[in-house]
């Protein structure tokens, strides 16, 4: 059973930044905080992932609070393509046991 | 492309068949897993293997039987399946895994299974 919480749906317009949050109240001291993208009928793409603080790459940023419970995704100026489902990752499984849960899934808008 | 490749990418089949999967991962990673994900629920986790070695079974029916040859191989073996079963089913690989190492899987475009 996933031990992370996120929002089911998002709904956004064009060139908004999108910020979607996830809780993971069980996150283990070593583990990493990792977000993935999935497309319909694709496998999920590695987007971003942090411990603590902040991270960006050419995709998103990441922001982790120091207690490292949460972290928020934020997609700046989304665009179409950026139509997907959002995962939180909880590792407190086991490092490779890993549990995407249900997922954010982010719409769009022209 | 992700540097994973599954195939078949459809496949039908019957209750009573046996058939299997493949997938191949060209980068050079010793971790490799198998993913169930039906539709409106979440990825789910069946296998994990480490250099070679089957290191994760999350309870399993035992009509999925998994093979790993070796590194960059990985085969999902089906039989007697049921009509629940239908679903897409992925492979991914990663580096190996430790502890405080940082963590991300490459996945391939998946297997639609239906089950009749």
């Known amino acids: 059973l996933a031990k992370t919480t996120q929002p089911i749906s998002m709904d956004s317009y064009e060139g908004q930044e999108v910020n979607i949050t996830c809780s993971h109240n069980?996150?283990?001291?070593?583990?990493?905080i990792t977000w993935y993208q999935q497309f319909p009928s694709q496998g999920p793409r590695f987007i971003i992932q942090g411990y603590k603080t902040k991270v960006t790459n050419e995709v998103a940023s990441l922001f982790i609070p120091a207690d490292r419970k949460s972290s928020t995704l934020s997609l700046p100026r989304v665009s179409l393509s950026d139509t997907a489902v959002y995962y939180c990752l909880d590792h407190s499984g086991g490092y490779q046991k890993v549990t995407f849960g249900t997922g954010t899934k982010l719409q769009v808008i022209p | 492309e992700t540097g994973v490749t599954q195939t078949p990418r459809h496949l039908v089949m019957g209750m009573t068949n046996k058939k299997s999967l493949k997938c191949e991962q060209h980068l050079g990673h010793n971790a490799m897993y198998w993913y169930k994900q039906s539709a409106k629920k979440p990825l789910e986790l069946m296998f994990v293997?480490?250099?070679?070695?089957?290191?994760e079974n999350n309870s399993v029916p035992s009509r999925f039987s998994p093979e790993c040859p070796n590194s960059s191989h990985l085969f999902l073996h089906l039989h007697t399946l049921q009509p629940e079963d239908s679903a897409l089913y992925l492979c991914?690989?990663?580096?190996?895994?430790?502890?405080?190492?940082?963590?991300?899987?490459?996945f391939g475009p998946g297997t639609r299974l239906t089950v009749t």
């Open positions: 293997y480490n250099f070679k070695e089957q290191t």
């Open positions: 069980n996150i283990a001291t070593n583990d990493y």
């Open positions: 991914a690989s990663s580096q190996e895994r430790f502890a405080g190492a940082t963590y991300e899987q490459y």
